[in-house]
Nanobody, 115 residues
């Protein structure tokens, strides 16, 4: 059973930055894909960014250039550096890990961007 613990959310003004971290435990293997999803108020959960253990990445069009995902494979940790934040980036951010066909989710961390 993989557990994911997120940290780094909070309240920030538009144009500011935040860095999210997610540490995975409980897996003796390198996790295939780790990433971040978010759920804006009243909307469905959506992909923000994800990164495979080999280094390939996918970003939502709305965050390209502004957000950067990175991983520490040895520690099964994933980070999301968020710059030039906008009010529309507000939402609950969830860490995701994909291992042997199973999706694991963190508890979520709130990111609020004020205008």
């Amino acid at each position: 059973q993989v557990q994911l613990v997120e940290s780094g959310g909070g309240l920030v003004q538009a144009g500011g930055s935040l860095r999210l971290s997610c540490a995975a435990s409980g897996s003796p293997f390198r996790i295939s894909v780790m990433g971040w999803y978010r759920q804006p108020p009243g909307k469905q959960r959506e992909l923000v960014a994800r990164m495979a253990s080999g280094g390939s990445t996918n970003y939502a069009d709305s965050v390209k250039v502004r957000f950067t995902i990175s991983r520490d494979n040895a520690e099964n940790t994933v980070y999301l550096q968020m710059n030039s934040l906008k009010p529309e980036d507000t939402g609950v951010y969830y860490c995701n890990a994909f291992l042997y066909g199973i999706d694991y989710w963190g508890q979520g961390t709130q990111v609020t961007v004020s205008s």
